[in-house]
């Protein structure tokens, strides 16, 4: 009957989530795991209460940047507790492992953001260029003050004119998936985050 199917699928799925995997493979590369998921839950409440401190109080809009923010945006808002509107913008300058430099707006932002507060979220800011991209963008709307908070930031690959103001986690300039982060289209729902194998 298909509802045993779906019922058994169901288990298999949450018995091989509990069970941390120490490498993955994903189309044609390995990933070893890199950051596990209890260091990046008590990273993104760390930044949570940073961000209560500085804007408790303001009128806030966080703005996360699809696809690979949907993680981290779905697990700060679990510990903000400031009132704050959420919205997305869809950016893409990935294909595979590269960066092609060459930012597309894939889904523009539909709300007035004068005389207010945005924090951008990143999941990960690697040469810097989707952020400028972005930067110019958002100068136009007249906002009270634009910050930028990033799970990751690789330092050494990092080209950009300004580095974002909070981070998580400094990474080497390796190839990450997990946690949100794809290698074309897999490993966004790993809960850990893995490097690629060298
Ligand atoms: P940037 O414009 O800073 O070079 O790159 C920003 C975007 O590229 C990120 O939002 C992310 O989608 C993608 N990206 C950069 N580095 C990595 C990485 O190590 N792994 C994955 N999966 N995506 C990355």
Known sequence: MPIRKVTGF??????????????????????????????????????????????AGKDVVFVGVLNGCFRLIADLMKYIEFEAEVNFIKLSSYRGTESTGKISDLMSLNT?????????????????????????????????SLKVASLLFKPDAFMGRHKPDYVAFEIPNLFVVGYGLDYDGLGRNLNDIYQIKS
């Open 10 to 55: 169901t288990t298999f799925a949450l018995q091989k989530k509990t069970d941390r995997m120490q490498s993955v493979s994903l189309h044609d590369k390995e990933f070893v795991l890199y950051l596990e998921e209890d260091k990046i839950q008590k990273a993104i409440e760390k930044m949570a209460k940073t961000l209560e401190k500085e804007y």
């Open 112 to 144: 007035d953001l004068r005389n207010k507060h945005v924090i951008v979220l990143e999941d990960i800011v690697d040469t810097g260029h989707t952020l400028d991209y972005l930067r110019d963008v958002l100068k136009e709307k007249e906002l009270a």
